[in-house]
C-alpha cells in the first residue's frame, strides 16, 4: 500500500508538470537568425522490443503511446502509456502490464540526440497477478520530424525475480512515429 502511494504520488506530480503551462509568457522579438520556437504537442506511437536481464523473464515486447509537449526547443516533458509484456519460457502464464510514466526530454546535440528520463507505475493485467510497481526509465535516444528511435534501461521496482526476490530490469529499443497535433 506504502508503494501505491508513492506511485500515485509521482504520477500526479509528473501529470501536474505536463499540464502546466509556461505562466510567464513573453512576446520574443526576432534577431537576426533567430526564431521564435512554437511550443506545442506531439504523439508518437512506438513498439518496443528488450533483453530481460532477471530469471523467469526470457524477453519483452511493447507498444506505446507517448504524448510530449516542448517546453523549448531543446526540453521537452512526456507522458507515456502502452502495454508491455515480459515473456516466460516452460508453460508458465507471462506477465504484462500497463506502464503510465512520466517524463523528461532534453536534447544534447543537434536538437535530434537526446536524453530522457521517465518515472511512473506499471500496473498489472494478466494472469492472477495484480501488483503495481514502481517504473525507472532512464534512456537515450534520435529523433527528427518523424522518426524516433532510443534505447533505455527500465527497472521494474516490485515484479517478482524467480529466487522470490524482486526487482527486474530490461534493456529496451523503441521506435516510434510522431508528428505535431
Known amino acids: 500500500m506504502k508503494n501505491l502511494k508513492r506511485i500515485s504520488t509521482m504520477f500526479a506530480l509528473g501529470l501536474s508538470l505536463l499540464l502546466t503551462s509556461n505562466a510567464n509568457a513573453q512576446e520574443e522579438s526576432i534577431i537576426g537568425d533567430t526564431k521564435n520556437y512554437n511550443q506545442g ?98 534512456g537515450i535516444g534520435y529523433a527528427n520530424k518523424y522518426f524516433d528511435a532510443s534505447i533505455r534501461y527500465e527497472y521494474y521496482n516490485d515484479f517478482p525475480k524467480a529466487n522470490g526476490n524482486e526487482g527486474v530490469g530490461q534493456l529496451a529499443l523503441r521506435l516510434a512515429y510522431g508528428f505535431d497535433l
Open 41 to 138: 504537442f506531439r504523439l508518437g506511437f512506438g513498439i518496443s522490443g528488450g533483453y530481460v536481464f532477471e530469471d523467469p523473464y526470457d524477453f519483452a515486447l511493447g507498444a506505446d503511446a507517448r504524448l510530449q509537449y516542448d517546453l523549448s526547443k531543446r526540453t521537452s516533458v512526456t507522458l507515456t502509456t502502452g502495454f508491455t509484456n515480459l515473456f516466460i519460457g516452460d508453460d508458465i502464464d507471462d506477465l504484462g502490464f500497463i506502464p503510465v510514466k512520466a517524463g523528461f526530454k532534453a536534447f544534447i546535440w543537434e536538437d535530434q540526440f537526446y536524453v530522457m528520463g521517465e518515472v511512473g507505475a506499471g500496473f498489472a493485467v494478466t494472469n492472477d497477478y495484480d501488483e503495481t510497481t514502481l517504473i525507472l526509465a532512464p
